[in-house]
C-alpha cells in the first residue's frame, strides 16, 4: 500500500468499514503494517486500538479523523473462518477413513516404541554379555582372595616378596610352581596324599610367588549346589541371576540343575581363556581343592565326569590347566577310567631330614630355641613326617607329650570306630561287627608283616611302614568294598600306587599297641567264630516233624522201578511210639522226581 507516508509492507489482521445503502459493512483483511499510523489519499485511516490494527473509512481529514470512537470494535472482533478445504477433500470424512487414520497412528506409535524398546533390549544385552567376561577375566589379574585369607590364618602380612619361613620347601615345590604359573603345558594334573602332607601350602605357596595371576582357587563340597556357588564366586561369575531379561522370560535363571549352571561357568571361562591366551600366551589354572568331599554317588560321578572331560580338552588345546587335590584314593579311581592326558603327583610324608629340619624351623619361630637332634629325632620315631602333626608338637610346650597325644588320639578314633565287642555280641549289629572285624584283621596283618620285613626304618628316608597291595587286602578282609570305605576315615590310606597301609605313622604306632594287648587275639578269634555262627544260623532251616516228637520213627524203604517203566521212589511208613493214635499215623510215597527235587 502507498500512503502519504511512503511505501510500507503491512502484515495484521485489519477490519475495514464501510457505509453502503446505509448499512456499515466490516470486513477483515490480512495487511502487512508497521506499529504506525498511515493515512491513504482516499481518506482511509488505520487506528491501531489495543491489538491489531483496524481500517475505518471517512471523508473527513486525517486530523479529524482521529477522534472517531472505536468502542464498538471490541464487539464486533469475530474468530476468523476457518481456511478453504483443499480441492478433492471431502468436508466431512467418512467412518472408514477415520478408523484407518487412528490405526495407522497407532501403529506408528507401537513401531516407533517397539523400536526404542528393542535397541535398549539389544544393548543392555550385549553390555551385559560383555561385562561378565570381564568380570571373569578380572579373576584371573593379580591378586586373589585365597592368598589373603591364608595370610590372615596364619597371622602373617600378605607379600609375594616375604620369606616363606613358616613353610618347609618340599622336592615336589619346583614342579608344582612350573604348574601353578602356566609353564607345565599339556596335562591336567591330579594331587593325591594322605591328610595333612602339606599338598594345599604347595599350592598356596606356588600362587604366592606369581600373586595369583592367571590363577583361580576353590574348594569342592559334597552338596552341587554349594560346589556351583563356589564356582561362580571363584570366576566371579553370577550365572545371570542379576540379567534382568530374566523378568520377562517364561524360565528363571535358576529353573535349571546344579550341572547345567557349572556346564555354562565353564562355558565362559572357555571364552575368557581364548581371548587371554592370545594377550598372554599362558593358560590359566583352575585349582580345585578337597576334591575327596564330592560323594561317590550318580551326582558326584557325573560332576567329576563333566570336569574330566573339560580338563581333558582343555589341556589338548592348552586353555586352562586344571588341578584336582584329593585325599582319597576313589577320586584316582575315577578319574583313571577316563584318562589320557592326566598326571599324578604323589604326596607323601616328608623323609627324615626335612622332617627334622621343619620341625625346628617351626620350634625356633614360635619358641626362639633350637631342639637337640635327640630329641628331634625321638620325635619322628613317634609322629613321623606328618606337616600337620609336626606343626602341632612344635608349638606345644612339651613336644615328647604331645607326641603321646597324638598316638592316643590316633589310637581312641581307630577303637571307636572298628573295636570288636568278642563272643557275647548280639546278632542285631553283626553287620557293623563284619566291618570292624575286616579292619582289625587287617590291622593285625599289618603288624605281622613287620617281622617279615627286611628293614622298617631307615637312617635317611625314615619310617618304612608294612603295606599290602589293595587285592592282598581285600583278600585278607574277605571283603572289596570295606577299604574304601576305611581309607575315607584316615583310618587306613591307599596309596597312587595302589598300596594299603596305615594312614600314618602314629595310627600304625596305635595299632601296634592294640594287637600287643593281652588276649586280644583271642578276642578277635572269638568275634570271628561269633559272627560265622550267627552267619549259619541264618542260612539254617528248622523242621518239625510232629509225628517224632511222640516217639514214632520213620520207616524209609526204596520202590524200585517197576517193569512197564512205571515211576520208583521210597515208600515212608511210620512206626507207632508212646502217645501215638492212628489220627498221627501217615505214610507217603514219594517219586523219584519229587526226591530229587
Known sequence: MVGRQGLFRVAADARIATTRGGRRIIRTTRLQIPSLRIFSPAGYSLVRSGGPYHRTFSGQSPRQSEHIDDSNSSQSRSPPPPPPPPPHHEANPSLLYKMLESAATSFASI????????????????????????KMNNAFEPGDPVLELAAIGKKLPFSKNAAATHWIQRPEQAMVDAIVAGEDIGHYHLFIGEKGTGKSSMLLEAMRKIDGDGCAMLEAHSDLEIFRIRLGKALDYEYHEDYMGSYFSERGPRDTTALLDIERALNKLEKVAL??????GKPLVLIMNQMHLIRDDEDGRDLIELLQQRAEQWAASNLVTMVFNSDEY??????????????????????????TAALKNYRERYFDESPSDSMLEQIYDKVGGRLSFLNRVAKSEDMLKTCDDIIQVEKTWFLNQCWILGKDMDDD????QKWAAAAVVLATALVDKEAEMEST???ELGHILPSFPLHEAQQIMTRADFVRQLDRLNLFSITSGALVRASSVPMHLAFQQIVAQPGFRQHL????????AIESLGRTREIVAKDLVFGGRYKIRKVPKEADGGPGGFDVTLKEGKGWSANNASTANIDEGEDEE
Open 429 to 432: 549289629v553283626m553287620d557293623q
Open 330 to 355: 576313589w577320586i584316582y579311581e575315577r578319574l583313571k577310567q577316563l584318562s589320557t592326558r592326566m598326571s599324578v603327583l604323589a604326596v607323601v610324608d616328608l623323609p627324615k631330614q626335612l622332617a
Open 457 to 459: 626304618y631307615n637312617p
Open 111 to 134: 513401531l516407533v516404541l517397539g523400536a526404542g524398546f528393542t535397541l535398549a533390549a539389544f544393548a543392555y544385552h550385549k553390555s551385559y554379555k560383555y561385562f561378565v567376561l570381564e
Open 275 to 280: 581371548k587371554r591366551r592370545k594377550r598372554v
Open 525 to 532: 578269634q572269638d568275634t570271628i567264630d561269633r559272627i560265622s
